[in-house]
């Protein structure tokens, strides 16, 4: 059944990628990629955080390996990157780099702050 549930919330969490995707559209930099990525990393923060105390072990799984580990992506992030690299797009390839990163780093620690203040309130 655990399979079951992650294979479902893959889905739906590719599904959720796509719609944002949509709607952000593409700009200067791929927005789309990293607000799914940033989401998700404050997503992941407080699943985490919450996992114990809150959340099961299928829950937990199904939510960070099934839906966010569909939902974010790490390969069309780097792909990205070397496309506005090769597009003579420098500056906007670091940009892009270290928003994601900083911006990633960010989510998860305000994702994992959440998580721990519902659980010691």
Excluded: H, K, W
Excluded at 26 to 31: A, D, G, K, N
Excluded at 92 to 110: E, I, K
């Amino acid at each position: 059944m655990r399979l079951v549930l992650i294979a479902a919330a893959g889905a739906a969490g590719a599904l959720c990628r796509l719609g944002v995707a949509n709607l952000v559209g593409e700009r200067s930099l791929p927005l789309g990629t990293l607000v799914v990525n940033v989401v998700g990393s404050f997503a992941l923060g407080l699943v985490l955080a919450l996992a114990g105390p809150r959340l099961g072990a299928v829950a937990v799984s199904t939510l960070s390996v099934g839906f966010l580990g569909a939902f974010t992506t790490f390969s069309t992030f780097a792909i990205d990157t070397v496309a506005l690299q090769e597009s003579g797009r420098s500056v906007a390839a670091g940009t892009y780099v270290v928003a994601s990163v900083v911006l990633g780093v960010a989510g998860a620690v305000a994702g994992l702050a959440l998580g721990r203040s519902l659980v010691d309130p």
